[in-house]
């Protein structure tokens, strides 16, 4: 009796030495654990940038690159002949400069000892193969339209590549900066594999890429022409949700945001301030709200329907002015984008040399508004009949765009006009945009550089067709505007230019296809350890290229 | 229902808890926004994302007052999670009667359509009929549906099983009654009692499910309040506006409760092995 009553106590001793034990390991793995995952220890022990981007690269090499991560990641991986400075107008970068023969060629001089990632010499021939090879059928670039206004491009030396026009063509230059050069040992007789097997000609060379968990490793290239050390190493990341890219820089697991940062988020920033910071500049992004001026589809109706009343009301300027007069843009600037973006009066934006400054917006009158509408026709017949008459607004999911849209819709209801919102994810959208299939949409041009992107936007022949291209997706048509359009981009002289231009935005001004609304700064949040980016106004990332790292418990600047 | 029964319910603190508390999301969401206007519901930027300080439950997204959404947002959600549950569980009752009843090969081919649905994960399939449908209220309910009346009808055929052996069944049928009138008058008043279980657990996940789908944007159209697209703009705003996460989430939370307190409740009423 005695011996089980002791066996017993012995038992309920062990049983409680494991459960101690098993709590003493718990806790060892949990410290363990928490120490490895700690990210400030892992990100503090090299001298990395991680930078994270809001999606993935559809392709690096730049004649496939279409999205702004992808054009941006591009951009260091391959340089261009020349880039955009920050007046907006080209600057060299692999050209040493260029020479004009006359309106229609041009001698482009490289600079002396380019090369690419793997030690052989960048020539001109790799530059006249990379702008022939868009035009290569084999190859299928998307941009495979945008120089086909050259004529030829030949190599007349090691360094001198001639550029032949069909005819005087003024964006050319800032073309040039658009397109990073490929090699042409590495990507002839293999376009496909080429697109894939990345040999850059930029400052980083693409050392890793994993698609599984959509990392880059990009390496400082050595024998990079421009003076003075580069960032040794970046590491760019995929984070699509803007809440955990912004929790990522606070957890200090990454450095430098380069996606999309809503401005209600910047408050956010000020909440860490010995952490984080935000830098800002103005935007080239240009945001506005397109109407379809097709007109009614079927006008012998005896009774029209509503699809065609609306379509009738767009047509009109008058309902187009009392859309635009109903909205309270300065009202969203002030609250939703916290000064953060800039009132557009058109397409061209502000400090731009095109801009002209006589320009002023429409201003917020709902007044007006409604009785330019009942001017129009467009009286209101009441509640549950359309009232003056329905619209549908097309929209992408994305929340920050939406909560305007939905302004938008109030405000178009404040005029008694019945509205509602079609959200649909980007692809879907950016279909029924390109067939015409839509009332208003609100959309971003980004960037604005170039103010020949009146020909995509406003030239008739740019009017997209069931097979024909064209950035015209709203129909407008207006003679005036196509002659004043062809004229600027014939000119080569910039103060012409800049005249042309400011009648074309007046012009555009009065008939309202679009409604100009604002451009949105460009905002980056990074981590105070991340010293001397300044962030460009097309949101280019070549900058991060002179960053310096300050790692606080590591041995000094990196 | 047997007066015994409904005492036995009311006695019940589980089934008398969930009772109230659904009741009072009823009347909020059938009185409430009459009560409260819909003011509330219009935009004024100046109040975007202020807090509770600044008023009642505090402002959403576009200064959108969140008490009126809530409010709102409470007649949604029962109304889909409600026409949900009904139109599920009269698509299973009348599935599983037929399948159980008449048993065999037709039992045996209806199982396994049953069984290529219970295949896919439920609010999965939801989420993909919703994606598909453009954002109306009652597209809401037809991807609730669609896959929301398996259940029912798994539990219908399981009873009808159990109970078409039964004398009373075996005399109805000597005496020549035609099938659907043993199915409606003879079987299915007498399995109410599971179903009816079974619905209020089912009215609980559909609310869930129905935040779950506004929570994705794939719900009501953009602008209708509901509660699972309030939760959404909190976790777009979770640092600034915390609150915009925190109510929803509250209402979520207790008549999910309450609807399981009911379903508990129910169970220990008509569970005669308890008495």
Sequence with gaps: MIDSKKRLHASRIKDKLIFLLQLVTLF??????????????????????HVIVSSSPESLDPRFATSAVASHLSELIFASLFVIGEDLLPESFLAKDIEQINPVTYLVHLRPNLFFHDGTPLTAEDVAYTFSSLKDPDVRSPHAEKFNYTQSVQAISEHTIQFVLKAPFAPFLTDLCSLGIVSKKHCQNRSQQCRHEIMGSGPYRLTQFDKVTDTLILQAQTQWFEAGPLLPRIEVRVVKDSTTRLLELIKGKADFNSGETSPVQTSVVQKYPEQLILKKTPGLGFAYLAMNLRGPKNTKAIKESEEDRTRRALTDVRVRKALALSIDINAILKYKFHGMATRATGLIPPQHWAKSQQLSPLLYDPITARSLLDQ?????????????????????????????????????????????????????????????????????????????????????????????????????????????????????????????????????????????????????????????????????????RHVKLMRTNSKGPL | ??????????????????????????????????????????????????????????????????????????????????????????????????????????????????????????LLLAIYIA????????????????????????????????????????????????????????IIPNILGPIIIQASFGLASLILAEAALNFLGLGVPPGTPSWGALLDQGVSYLFIAPHLAIFPGICIGITVLGFNFLGDGLRDVFDVKSQ
């Design chain 2, 1 to 122: 229902m047997e007066q015994r029964t409904i005492k036995r319910f009311l006695k019940n603190p589980s089934s008398l808890a969930g009772t109230i508390i659904i009741l009072c999301f009823i009347l909020i969401g059938t009185f409430g926004p009459w009560l409260i206007g819909d003011q509330g519901l219009l935009i004024h930027l100046d109040m975007e994302l202020k807090g509770p300080s600044a008023g009642r439950l505090g402002f959403a997204e576009n200064g959108v007052d969140v008490l009126t959404s809530l409010i709102y947002g409470a007649r949604i959600s029962l109304l889909i999670a409600m026409t949900s549950t009904v139109i599920s569980l009269s698509i299973g009752i009348v599935y599983g009667a037929i399948s159980g009843f008449f048993g065999n090969r037709i039992d045996a081919i209806m199982m396994r359509i049953i069984d290529m649905l219970l295949a896919f994960p439920g």
């Design chain 2, 131 to 186: 994606a598909i449908l453009s954002p109306k209220t009652i597209n809401v309910v037809f991807a609730l549906c669609a896959t929301g009346w398996v259940g029912y009808a798994r539990v219908v055929r399981a009873q009808v099983l159990s109970i078409k052996n039964y004398d009373y069944v075996i005399a109805a049928t000597s005496l020549g009654a035609k099938t659907h009138r043993i199915i409606l008058i003879h």
């Design chain 1, 376 to 544: 129009a026709g467009f009286t209101d017949r009441g509640p549950g009949k359309g009232q003056r008459f329905k619209i549908t607004i097309s929209t992408s999911p994305d929340r920050f765009r939406q909560s305007i849209a939905l302004i938008y819709a109030q405000n178009f209801r404040d005029l008694g006009i019945e509205t509602q919102l079609r959200i649909k994810d980007f692809s879907a959208l950016y279909q029924d945009i390109k067939q015409g299939n839509f009332e208003i949409f609100s959309l971003i041009w980004t960037p604005v550089v170039e103010p020949d992107l009146f020909h995509w936007i406003f030239h008739s022949s740019n009017i997209p067709g069931p097979e024909k291209g064209g950035g015209n997706r709203g129909a407008y048509l207006d003679p005036i505007i196509d002659e004043l359009i062809i004229q600027a981009r014939t000119s080569t002289n910039l103060e012409i230019r800049k005249v042309l231009y400011e009648k074309i935005e007046m012009r555009l001004l009065e008939t309202l296809p679009y409604i100009p609304l604002w451009f949105e700064d460009e905002i980056v949040v990074m981590n105070r350890n991340v010293l001397h980016f300044t962030p460009s106004r097309t949101g280019s990332l070549l900058g991060l």
């Design chain 1, 28 to 49: 060892l793995l949990s410290v363990f654990s928490a120490c490895r995952c700690h990210p400030e220890a892992s990100l503090k022990a090299d001298n990395t940038l």
